[in-house]
């Protein structure tokens, strides 16, 4: 059965029945989605697994840990503002993204020790802030170092 074609309340409602049915019967369910959202809230105990290769066994917290994923703190900024001008420190900055109009500033939120309002008290500038959850879907290209895009077609050739 595929959650797919289901609205949100349909999963949840789906999922809800199918943990009460193993539990009331004892019994183990096996799921294998690509929906990280579904992988973070269903499941005790998480495999990650790409192309036949097991990558992580544990539940969804222990897998987002043992990945080194973080959360972090996204600031937009206008075009102009020099980057290096603004009050942060260098080692909460995890990179800078040019975007069509401003620039993103990632900043390692555990390293920042700021929340969003004192991000815009000490960079009036921002045009915008927000925080970021760590969530599987970072997990899993961390851990299997690929996309979670479609996969490349395979030729048959190995290397």
Same mark, same amino acid.
């Given at each position: 059965?595929?959650?797919?074609?289901?609205?949100?309340?349909? *999963?949840?409602?789906?999922?809800?029945?199918? *943990?009460?049915?193993?539990?009331?019967?004892?019994?183990?369910?096996?799921?294998?989605?690509?929906?990280?959202?579904?992988?973070? /809230?269903?499941? /005790? /105990?998480?495999?990650?697994?790409?192309?036949?290769?097991?990558?992580?066994?544990?539940? !969804?917290?222990?897998?987002?840990?043992?990945?080194? =994923?973080?959360?972090?703190?996204? =600031?937009?900024?206008?075009?102009?503002?020099?980057?290096?001008?603004?009050?942060? !420190?260098?080692?909460?900055?995890?990179?800078?993204? /040019?975007?069509?109009?401003?620039? +993103?500033?990632?900043?390692?939120?555990?390293?920042? +020790?700021?929340?969003?309002?004192?991000?815009?008290?000490?960079?009036?500038?921002?045009?915008? =802030?927000?925080?970021?959850?760590?969530?599987?879907?970072?997990?899993?290209? +961390?851990?299997?170092?690929?996309?979670?895009?479609? !996969?490349?077609?395979?030729?048959?050739?190995?290397?």
């Amino acid at each position: 059965m595929t959650t797919s074609g289901l609205d949100v309340q349909g *999963k949840r409602d789906f999922w809800t029945l199918l *943990k009460e049915v193993a539990a009331d019967q004892g019994v183990t369910l096996l799921l294998a989605t690509h929906d990280m959202e579904e992988a973070e /809230r269903v499941p /005790r /105990r998480l495999l990650i697994i790409h192309r036949g290769i097991l990558y992580a066994d544990g539940s !969804p917290e222990e897998i987002r840990a043992l990945s080194g =994923v973080e959360s972090r703190l996204i =600031v937009d900024l206008p075009p102009h503002v020099n980057v290096a001008d603004i009050p942060l !420190p260098a080692e909460v900055v995890d990179h800078v993204e /040019r975007k069509a109009g401003y620039q +993103r500033v990632i900043l390692k939120a555990s390293s920042a +020790r700021w929340d969003a309002a004192e991000i815009l008290r000490r960079v009036p500038q921002a045009l915008r =802030v927000e925080r970021r959850e760590a969530n599987l879907g970072d997990a899993f290209l +961390r851990l299997t170092g690929t996309s979670l895009e479609a !996969p490349e077609e395979h030729t048959g050739e190995t290397a």
